[in-house]
């Protein structure tokens, strides 16, 4: 076995680079704008990360790269870029608009907002399966719920007064 032939490059470092670039971006997009409601709980970049380093890293061990140094150059692309994509997020506000995707409000002072719902491919039986595991038995009890940007629900309800109709009370959070 030739050790020093593992660290060799036989593909740029530059076009690993570049490769590494365009699918981070490519598929940190896809996940933005498109797997919202499949993330869960942990962020869309966190995913991605994991899901590219693994690859790059059985390509680099597995023999689809050349050299193992090729594959280092990769991961650390697709590392750098993660990281440069949180540290933005946490410095500019912008960047974190665009990094996560804002709150959806689904119901409103008690009414379901169905365009929402098909925003995101959400039936009213997911909206009601989701408002019962918060201990809610229906939407007029809410005053405000949202798909979070990490796919999950928060539901703010009234109070049991303000349920009958008085005009003052406390917001209370399930969970909080």
């Known amino acids: 076995m030739n050790m020093s032939g593992l660290f ?3 593909v740029s470092p530059i076009e690993l680079i570049v490769r590494g670039t ?14 919202r409601r499949d993330a869960g709980a942990v962020g869309i970049a966190d995913i991605l990360l994991v899901v590219l380093v693994a690859d790059a890293s059985q390509n680099a061990m597995g023999g689809g790269y050349d050299t193992v140094t090729e594959g280092c150059v990769l ?25 996560e995707p804002a709150p959806l409000l689904l119901i409103d002072r008690g009414r379901v907002l169905a365009r929402n719902l098909r925003r995101e491919f959400l039936t009213r039986e997911d909206l009601d399966a989701q408002l019962r595991m918060k201990g809610v038995e229906s939407p007029s009890q809410v ?18 007064a303000q349920a009958q109709g008085a005009s003052d009370g406390d917001e209370r959070v399930p969970g909080a």
């Open 75 to 99: 991961v650390g692309t697709l590392i750098g870029w993660n990281y440069l994509v949180d540290w933005a997020s946490y410095r500019w506000e912008a960047v974190a608009r665009f990094a």
């Open 143 to 160: 005053r405000q719920a949202y798909m979070e940007s990490d796919g999950k629900f928060s539901v703010v309800r009234y109070d049991s």
């Open 8 to 10: 060799e490059f036989h």
């Open 22 to 35: 365009l699918i981070y971006w490519f598929l940190f997009l896809m996940f933005r704008f498109v797997l």
